[in-house]
């Protein structure tokens, strides 16, 4: 029955053409649609752990309630036996220490006198190739000019502020700005080098220094304003990272003390938590509008079919074929169609996205008062969801579309059958 339902449906192309021409365009804008969603939100969130929050966050409870200030009084301290404590809860983690500061930096000219100055974040990280920094911020990859930071006191720049400043690799800049204790310090970097992110709230102002370096400069021997733990793998869980902070936040719940480490997983941080539901309830109207369009669409093609077909169904019933056993075949047809739709849109789709993958849309041109870390390219990203995703609208549509137009079959009358086929 299904060889012979197939070679009616290749063989009559009046019959299949117009429906999967249809299925093919509604699947291929599915997983397209899909791929992109996946791709900017995912690249938000992925951008957003490596940059900024982690899979998790611990800091003080003071500084959680104060995270955009980036206060170093309420920076954690004593890191080395907290970080046991973390390994020993989740030991397939790694965690890592980082410092993030605001300050002031100074560009001297020939004579030692302010040439230029402006507002800059500062990032301390651990360079040591055992916390992968190097690779999860992809520092050398952004490398413009210069070279990674080597010794004491150097620092990266970023290339837009570099150039606004007129630096060159080598030059001595000044940063100021408070320590832990609320004083003033003053610190030399040479530049080392400059970097581009591609993420526009960093490259409009960013200095990265050593750990260490910046733990000398600020007072802060063995603190750091947040520790981040990073899931093996790279990839975000939200289960995991809230069961690990609600496990973690429990055992310290006896804890008054504003300065008591609290953890925090990623979606509550900067408003992540809306981002991620958006995505996924993006996706799932994406499939549901496609389902409802393309129900329309081939309603109507089964109807115009089925005026087509008029005469053939009439036959059928005159040589005594049940009525259920034609729809049935109908229904049987629609789901062939369906899934050679399905399958070409599917691989038109996955090809659309493969360039949008691998080559992105630069929308920087929109992005230039953001302070959110969005990357400045954005890319599509093909999931393994992908790759069957389209199979939902393309077969449920042409099947529900189908079963609507074929209800007339119930309700031809044998008796008419004659004078139908008279004319």
Not at 55 to 70: G, I, S
Not at 188 to 198: C, D, E, I, Q, W
Not at 349 to 365: H, K, S, T, V
Request: aromatic share 8%; charged share 20%; hydrophobic share 45%.
């Amino acid at each position: 029955m299904i060889k012979f339902l197939f070679k009616g449906v290749i063989r009559d192309s009046h019959r299949s053409r117009f429906p999967i021409i249809i299925v093919i365009i509604g699947v291929l804008l599915t997983v397209l649609g899909s791929c992109w969603l996946k791709g900017v939100m995912g690249d938000m969130v992925d951008f957003n752990a490596r940059y900024y929050t982690g899979h998790v966050k611990v800091v003080t409870r003071a500084f959680a309630e104060n995270l955009d200030q980036m206060p170093l009084d309420l920076a954690l301290v004593d890191i080395a036996s907290l970080k046991q404590e973390l390994s020993g809860l989740a030991p397939d983690m790694q965690w890592i220490s980082r410092i993030r500061f605001g300050g002031l930096l100074d560009v001297p000219d020939a004579k030692g006198e302010t040439r230029a100055q402006g507002p800059v974040m500062g990032l301390a990280v651990d360079f040591s190739p055992e916390s992968g920094e190097v690779s999860r911020l992809n520092i050398a990859k952004s490398l413009v000019a210069g070279r990674l930071p080597l010794n004491q006191d150097e620092a990266l720049i970023s290339h837009e502020l570099a150039g606004k400043m007129a630096l060159e690799p080598g030059d001595v800049v000044t940063l100021i700005g408070s320590t832990m204790y609320g004083g003033l310090t003053m610190t030399n970097y040479r530049f080392a080098g400059t970097v581009r992110f591609g993420i526009h709230a960093m490259d409009r102002g960013a200095v990265i220094v050593r750990l260490e370096d910046a733990r000398m400069a600020l007072d802060m021997d063995d603190a750091a304003t947040a520790i981040l733990g990073y899931f093996g793998g790279g990839r975000y869980s939200e289960t995991r990272a809230q069961n690990l902070s609600d496990r973690f936040n429990a055992s310290l719940a006896g804890e008054k003390d504003e300065f008591s480490p609290q953890m925090m997983p990623l979606s509550r941080q900067d408003g992540l938590h809306e981002w991620i539901e958006y995505a996924g309830s993006m996706s799932g109207m994406l499939v549901t509008l496609f389902v409802l369009v393309m129900s329309l669409v081939l309603w109507n093609a089964g109807l115009l079919g089925g005026l087509r077909r008029y005469g053939e169904v009439g036959v059928r019933l005159a040589i005594g074929e049940h009525k259920g056993h034609i729809y049935r075949s109908m229904i049987g047809e629609s789901v062939l169609i369906g899934l050679m739709g399905s399958l070409l849109g599917t691989l038109a789709g996955l090809a659309a996205a493969w360039p949008l993958e691998r080559y992105g849309i630069d929308m920087g041109f929109a992005m230039q008062n953001t302070t959110m870390m969005i990357p400045t390219v954005f890319r599509a990203r093909i999931t393994p969801e992908a790759y069957y995703i389209g199979f939902f609208p393309g077969l449920f549509s042409t099947v529900l579309g189908t079963s609507l137009s074929g209800i007339g079959i119930y309700k031809r009358q044998t008796a008419q059958l004659f004078k139908e086929l008279e004319t």
